[in-house]
């Protein structure tokens, strides 16, 4: 089942801070957070895998609460870099990942 | 991270003709999988290539209309074939590494 990601849509300012929320129906082995900007392929930017391990860049945080089967990407005092579409993937098993609808971010100077 | 070469980037195709993308990584690799993103839209897995074995489809994908080819660890073919308009999309390549996965650039394909 594809998770379900929120919001769908969010516009900053620089320097402000978002929150973007990603859930999923079935048990899961990992989530990864994906940025992609337009025309472009989408870029790795965390993974949390269940038992609390992450790995990612590290101006960007994230959340990962199996029992929930939850995970919220932060992202903090944001930057123009920062806009294009992010994307929540998730991995049940020895698989590709089931990617969400996307939130799409914009930032404004 | 792996380096993908993927080609065509781009294609405008003829309905009921048939499209080869490739896939080259500059890594061996034992799975790779593809991804197909409508404009607007999220990525949906196609299918997973193992080499050595038969490809892995999702449901809804089939392997007549998505051949696959995985010859060895760093390339992968991933045919569209008899294509209608409903086939214009983006197809991407992935590969997985030790933490996440990297994507190829993508093919952009129009059908007419």
């Known amino acids: 089942q594809q998770p379900v990601q929120s919001p769908q849509a969010v516009i900053l300012r620089e320097g402000e801070d978002a929150v973007i929320n990603c859930s999923s129906s079935?048990?899961?082995?990992?989530v990864h957070w994906y940025r992609q900007k337009h025309g472009e392929a989408p870029i790795f930017l965390m993974i949390l895998l269940k038992g609390g391990e992450q790995k990612g860049h590290d101006k960007i945080s994230a959340s990962f609460n199996e029992k929930k089967q939850q995970s919220s990407l932060y992202l903090t005092a944001s930057q123009l870099s920062y806009s294009g579409t992010y994307f929540c993937g998730t991995r049940g098993g020895a698989d590709g990942l089931t990617f969400g609808k996307g939130t799409h971010l914009i930032i404004q100077p | 991270s792996a380096v993908i070469s993927q080609k065509p980037s781009r294609d405008i195709c003829q309905r009921g003709t048939s499209l080869t993308i490739q896939c080259q990584v500059d890594s061996q690799v034992t799975m790779m999988f593809w991804y197909r993103q409508q404009p607007g839209q999220s990525l949906t897995l196609i299918a997973t290539?193992?080499?050595?074995?038969?490809?892995?489809?999702e449901s809804g994908f089939v392997i007549d209309k998505f051949p696959i080819s995985r010859p060895n660890l760093t390339f992968s073919t991933l045919t569209v074939s008899n294509m209608s308009p409903e086939d214009s999309s983006i197809y991407l390549c992935s590969v997985e590494e030790l933490y996440g996965y990297t994507f190829g650039s993508g093919t952009r394909l129009t059908v007419v």
């Open positions: 079935k048990a899961l082995y990992s």
């Open positions: 290539a193992n080499q050595g074995s038969e490809a892995t489809y």
